[in-house]
């Protein structure tokens, strides 16, 4: 008798191994492993990212490979081929270039191994299986009309001048960002109520490689010098996230002595949620990195368990082989008069992280 229950015992350990190896459907308990891919842990919102991925993935009982590929793409390709060769199940990638992850991601099709792009979109690949994002066009959006009320335009006479900086050209989610806030202010630019001083409104003149604080910074000193040394009132500048914002804003406290300009952001990053307390950054979208970690944790489980994957688009996210599932998430602006309810009520930050 207890030779039998002996080998029964045995007999459901090498099935559960097996399943698991496998790639299984196995419990969120079984230990199935997933990969998770960032870029860098030069922003501070990538450090959110991926610390919020992995506290809820192990949470939910997944073995988690969390890895950081320090803006190089080639580390980033050999990182997502060392995940999959591993054992990980299922691999999230935020993209450092969209367009270069072809190795990996042939990889990822030969082995069976879902792919799920994380906030940026990969490009030119089918074996994209998921996307989770925030609306990127909506972020644009709210951007343009935070400036479009603040200066009111359908009422004020202006005309008031404009600057804009966008993101990274290999970045996808960028042009969304960037044709998002351009739809809102563009008829105020063709009918001469905002002017764009620099006539740098070209998605290609004003992205920044890199999302890169310096760059922005180093464009937006040669503007001001070039164009506002003579005292030439700058009344906003579109920004399409912190780090570039941030660059803008040190130009101007070195080259610029008109009234502040309307400054807008996105990823609420603490330094600049301070310089909004301060009056040196009108806003910031806030993209609640929480909710879009659990969003991942929720589909990755429903991948693994081989259930229906929630998704809420399936037209706008074409990445040139397909057009992608996508979950989108949705943004908000957080600027002086909000920031309390959003970032420290929410437990976002604390007091303390905003002194």
């Given at each position: ?14 099935l559960?191994?097996l ?6 459907a ?12 960032m870029?860098t ?13 992995e ?14 590929a320090s803006n ?9 081929q060392?995940m ?7 691999v ?7 367009s ?28 994209v ?7 990127n ?9 935070y ?12 005309p008031?001048?404009i600057e ?6 290999g ?17 105020y630019?063709e009918?001469g ?7 740098q ?13 310096e760059?922005s ?6 503007i ?15 920004c399409?996230n ?14 610029y ?8 952001g ?7 949620t ?20 659990s ?9 693994l368990?081989?259930?229906?994957v ?17 979950y ?10 909000n ?10 930050y604390t007091e303390?992280?905003l002194?």
């Open positions: 008798m207890k030779k039998k229950i002996l080998s029964a015992v045995l007999c459901v350990a090498m559960s191994s399943l698991v190896g496998c790639g299984g196995a419990s969120s308990k079984g230990g199935t492993k997933v990969g998770v891919s870029p842990k030069d922003l501070q919102r990538w450090n959110q990212d991926g610390a919020n991925m506290k809820e993935l192990k949470a939910a009982g997944y073995e988690v490979d969390l890895q950081y190089d793409v080639q580390t980033q390709v050999s990182q997502v060392n999959i060769n591993s054992g990980c199940n299922v999230v990638i935020a993209a450092i270039e969209g270069s992850l072809g190795e990996a991601l042939d990889m990822a099709k030969a082995k069976g191994v879902p792919v799920v792009a994380y906030d940026r979109l990969i490009m030119n690949h089918d074996a299986s998921y996307y989770a994002t925030f609306d066009y909506k972020v644009g959006t709210v951007q343009g009309t400036i479009k009320e603040q200066l009111d335009l359908d009422n004020a006479a202006g008031f001048n804009f900086t966008a993101g990274d050209p970045d996808n989610n960028a042009g969304f960002f960037f044709n998002g806030a351009m739809d809102v202010l563009k008829p630019i009918s109520k905002l002017n764009v001083v620099s006539g409104t070209k998605f290609e003149e004003v992205a920044t490689p890199a999302w890169s604080t760059t910074q180093s464009r937006a000193e040669n001001l010098s070039s164009y506002y040394a003579d005292g030439t009132q700058l009344d906003a500048w579109l399409s912190d780090s570039t914002a941030m660059g803008v804003e040190n130009a101007l406290a070195a080259n002595t008109g009234n502040y300009p309307i400054i807008t996105q990823d609420c990053d603490i330094e600049n301070k310089a909004m307390i301060n009056g040196k950054q009108a806003m910031s979208v806030f993209k609640d990195t929480r909710t879009l970690a969003q991942v944790v929720k589909m990755v489980g429903q991948i368990k081989g259930e229906t929630e998704v809420n688009d399936t037209k706008t996210y074409d990445n040139g082989a397909l057009v992608v599932p996508s989108l998430c949705e943004p908000v602006f957080a600027d002086v008069n920031y309390k309810e959003l970032l420290i009520d929410s437990g976002y303390d992280q002194k």
